[in-house]
């Protein structure tokens, strides 16, 4: 006998075991898509409001102001001992041992704005512009590029070698990744507190993991070496770029100081993305619900009960 009608339309037809597995593969697939593309897009767009914030902060400051900040570094650098090393198995450089300098004035020195950035930098061979913040703990690391205390502060002049570090190959921001493309005869810029410090790439090598490295002023030379790690997702070795003072500065650098940066354009591309993963959900959610009881039912029964069979308890005379 057919059922009632109302009892069929009331039944949902669940999705087979394949159709929500690959439901859910896809989401995981859309999700596993869209997150490095917006969050490069996110990491850009905050570096760039921090570039246009310390380029504003800059330009509403008095020329003296400027110079006595400039001044105030420099006079920092002069005091500053040893440099910086690179020890075996190290991801990062670190401060020589014996490097000193005035205590208690590092953070003070060079502090751009509220977001604590030092300057900028730009490597236009590869498409870096970046806010160089002070220190390398991990958490400044993933905001920029971090200048390693005990190295000077990037203010130039001669006998000084500054370092800089970023990350590499982080799903969340470029930063240094593509460092390793830059080559001998390239040229990157500083723009620290309204002034433009030009260098010219004289070499670039990789450091094995067994290796050790100093990284020290020498005599009459202004330097700034570019540190980051390698190969991708390995980091077993690091990347050193090291840039000599251009003198006098190219006027295309200066031209191009303080000129706002790229803000990148929102990725329209996602709200697709994120459609689909919003849709995939919905899917899950839905098909994971049980299905509908049945109201009514055929006469004389009741859903989930046995008839018992009164039969088989007969006991025959």
């Excluded at 590869?126 to 390398?136: A, M, N, R």
């Excluded at 190959?169 to 470029?174: F, K, Q």
């Amino acid at each position: 006998m057919p059922r009632p009608r109302s009892q069929r339309a009331g039944r949902w037809k669940r999705p087979s075991g394949t159709a929500f597995a690959a439901a859910l593969l896809a989401l995981v697939g859309l999700s596993a898509i869209l997150y490095p593309g917006t969050a490069g897009w996110w990491s850009q767009f905050e570096q760039s409001q921090v570039i246009r914030g310390l380029s504003e902060v800059s330009a509403d400051q008095p020329a003296r102001t400027l110079e006595r900040e400039l001044e105030r570094a420099r006079a920092y650098n002069a005091q500053l001992t040893g440099g910086a090393r690179i020890d075996a198995a190290a991801r990062k450089p670190s401060a020589a041992a014996g490097a000193s300098g005035p205590d208690g004035r590092y953070e003070e020195l060079l502090h751009g704005d509220a977001a604590g950035a030092m300057g900028r930098l730009r490597i236009p061979v590869i498409g870096v512009d970046l806010p160089i913040y002070h220190g390398t703990d991990d958490e400044t690391l993933l905001r920029g590029v971090g200048h390693l205390q005990g190295t000077s502060l990037p203010v130039g002049g001669p006998s000084q070698h500054s370092v800089l570090t970023a990350h590499r190959g982080l799903s969340s921001a470029t930063l240094f990744t593509d460092l390793d493309r830059v080559r001998r005869g390239d040229q990157f810029t500083l723009e620290v507190f309204g002034e433009v410090l030009a260098y010219r790439v004289i070499e670039t090598k990789v450091v094995n993991p067994e290796d050790t490295d100093a990284l020290f002023p020498r005599q009459g030379e202004d330097l700034v070496t570019l540190v980051t790690c390698t190969p991708l997702g390995i980091n077993t070795q690091r990347i050193l770029v090291t840039g000599q003072r251009l003198l006098p500065t190219p006027q295309v650098d200066i031209e191009r100081a303080g000129s706002l940066p790229d803000v990148p354009g929102f990725p329209w591309w996602a709200v697709g993305l994120v459609g689909g993963i919003a849709s995939i959900a919905g899917y899950l959610a839905w098909a994971g619900f049980p299905q509908r009881a049945k109201r009514g039912g055929d006469p004389g029964s009741h859903a989930g009960s046995v008839q018992p069979d009164l039969g088989a308890s007969t006991v025959e005379r």
